[in-house]
């Protein structure tokens, strides 16, 4: 393996480009030549992660196998890739601040003045050659959050102003940008992509290769006039269609041979231009699928906004895709679901999804959900909050434990069915007062979960703080609901199952985070399985 090389991914003109979707399409590219490679995200706020977000803010919360909580666009890499992402791929301004400030009080600086520039500057260096460093990849991809032109990008720009100094053809950027159509005109206007790149220009980066997001295709000249009004060759001017799934996205480019034009500007061979089969192969069945009358799965939750639950959404995308059929997600309120509209609400839905979330807010529409699913027996997957739910719903409605609850929700409960446990405190990898992160589980032979995963030990990734409470599990397996995943280590309960019901898993972790393009969750495609065929 060669040295490290470092590609990252700028954006201009609008946010919401699809810089995350570009970066993880150069990524698929250069990995199927055969290289290794990582992308890294840098968001340019002073949060120092996702976790304390609302999900309005910034759409869902995605974790990291090692237990970081992170952007959303880590979910992309992750599932266009099928590597596994680290803390060292999702760093945000708070971060760099704060690691910079931690190193002063500790007197690392021996009485300098500390500064943007070299000492912020610097630190963002090191995050970026820290996945090189350990040569552990032949490429990383870093993503620079936000657009071109905010006085938060100024120091990644700066930064990389210089790691493209110091590393000469070893480093490159990509800078992705709008072409709006005027309609009135008829007209495709490139005078906000040369103003966005005249921005760059203007802090020392000349990007070497621009992807332009387009509605309408562009013509030769067009792109000729990018070129020479941005000192770029035609070659590096690509362009980014709408494209029915994103997952088209990486064979766009391949097209245009953008994985070409960067190993050329890296002095790498080129080679055969690879085929990308399964990749294919998948697009393929996804299309035929998509033509298939759609199976209807409700996802019942609070947040009512398409990037929210985004891992779930692409879950259960990907498991209609395997198993042949459209899956439409149709998001129900759970804040305005009630016992008198649920069965009108519900009535069409072959599965019903009850998400993850905190605090109180929609929590009694899921129970609502829940007792319609059990006792219509619809195929129901509850995840995280989702799973406490199962939980508390059963204990009110089959044990009899009217005010059973959560502590999250009610701090005053007798029946504390879910709570902040004992044996949480086994556990070492604890972040904060969170379990994060991978955890294993044992499954018990015959049941659900151990049907779908075919093998008796897994190990998924948790964001909570309440467990299943064991002080109730015999209670609970007699009345039949059944606790098969259990953590190996502290006991704790992982899923719940009612094996008399056709398909009804809870699971206390999140398995839609490791849910790949070409390697499908298991759970997800047996939930699809039991939607389609109940
Ligand atoms: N609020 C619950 C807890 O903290 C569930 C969290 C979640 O759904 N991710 O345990």
Redesign the pocket.
């Known amino acids: 393996m060669g040295e490290t090389k470092y590609i990252f991914v700028t954006g201009g003109v609008a946010s919401s480009l699809g810089k995350g979707i570009i970066s993880s399409s150069i990524g698929k590219l250069l990995q199927a030549r055969g290289y290794s490679v990582t992308i890294q995200k840098f968001d340019p706020y002073i949060n120092i992660d996702p976790g304390t977000l609302n999900p309005y803010e910034h759409g869902e919360c995605y974790v990291t196998v090692d237990g970081h909580e992170a952007d959303l666009d880590l979910g992309h890499y992750e599932r266009f890739l099928g590597i596994e992402t680290t803390k060292a791929n999702n760093i945000t301004t708070g971060r760099i601040y704060k690691s910079v400030i931690d190193k002063e009080r500790r007197g690392d600086y021996l009485g300098k003045t500390i500064q943007i520039i070299p000492h912020i500057t610097d630190e963002i260096k090191r995050n970026v050659k820290l996945l090189g460093n350990k040569n552990q990849f032949d490429f990383v991809i870093t993503e620079i959050g936000g657009t071109v032109g905010d006085i938060e990008s100024l120091p990644y720009l700066e930064s990389i102003r210089q790691l493209k100094w110091e590393l000469g053809k070893n480093a490159l950027c990509v800078h992705l940008t709008y072409v709006p159509y005027l309609a009135a005109a008829g007209e495709l206007k490139t005078k906000p992509t040369q103003h966005s790149v005249k921005e760059l220009q203007s802090v020392g980066i000349q990007p070497d290769i621009l992807v332009l997001r387009t509605e309408h295709e562009l013509s030769a000249g067009l792109r000729k006039k990018v070129a020479l009004f941005c000192n770029v060759d035609e070659k590096s001017v690509v362009q980014s269609i709408d494209a029915s799934t994103i997952y088209e996205v990486p064979l766009l480019m391949q097209q245009q041979e953008l994985d070409e034009t960067i190993l050329k500007k890296m002095d790498l061979p080129v080679g055969k231009t690879p085929e990308l089969g399964a990749w294919r192969s998948f697009l393929d069945r996804r299309e035929k699928a998509e033509e298939t009358e759609p199976v209807k799965i409700a996802l019942v939750g609070k947040y009512d906004l398409q990037d929210a639950y985004k891992s779930i959404r692409e879950a259960l995308s990907q498991a209609g895709t395997y198993n042949d059929r459209k899956v439409d997600v149709i998001f129900v309120d759970s804040e305005k679901l009630t016992d008198e509209n649920a069965a009108e609400t519900l009535k069409d839905m072959a599965g019903i999804m009850i ?5 109180q807010r929609g929590i009694e529409g899921k129970f609502v959900a829940l007792k319609y699913a059990r006792t219509q027996d619809v195929p129901t997957f509850g ?6 739910c199962m939980a508390i719903e059963f204990a009110r409605n089959v044990l009899g434990y009217s005010d059973a609850n ?1 502590r ?1 929700m009610d701090a005053k409960t007798t029946h504390n069915v ?1 709570d902040i446990m004992e044996e949480q405190k086994a556990i070492t990898n604890m972040g904060g007062t ?2 994060l992160g991978a955890y294993e589980c044992t499954l018990t032979p015959g049941s659900k979960s151990y049907e779908a995963y075919g093998k008796e030990l897994i190990k998924e990734r ?6 299943f409470n064991n002080e109730y599990k015999d209670k609970y397996e007699a009345a039949g609901m059944k606790c098969t995943g259990i953590n190996p280590e502290s006991g704790l309960v992982e899923i719940v199952e009612i094996p008399a019901l056709k398909w009804f898993v809870g699971t ?1 972790f ?1 398995p839609e985070y490791s849910s790949t393009v070409l390697n499908p969750h298991p759970l997800f495609l047996s939930f699809v399985k039991a939607a389609i065929n109940q």
């Open positions: 998400g993850p979330g905190f605090g995840i995280c909050l989702g799973m406490q959560s999250e879910i969170m379990r948790h964001r909570h703080r309440y467990e206390q999140h």
